[in-house]
């Protein structure tokens, strides 16, 4: 099961399921919501933060790029 702190998981997991994404240009709101989408994802929506979404999104664009 996936956590908030799993941030590189996370952006791979985004990165096999919206492959046609730039994470460059998303918004925190769609992120987190994408991320509570997840399969197998089960961290708690009360602790995300804006320090986690955004190391999420660099994760993301790095995987990314």
Do not use: Y
Not at 1 to 26: F, G, K, S, V, Y
Not at 38 to 47: E, I, V
């Amino acid at each position: 099961m996936t956590q908030w702190n799993d941030i590189h998981a996370i952006a791979r997991a985004l990165a096999d399921a919206r492959p046609e994404q730039d994470p460059a240009r998303i918004n925190f709101v769609d992120l987190r919501n994408w991320i509570l989408s997840l399969p197998g994802f089960n961290g708690d929506p009360a602790h995300c933060g804006e320090k986690i979404l955004e190391a999420v999104q660099q994760a993301w664009i790095d995987e990314w790029s």
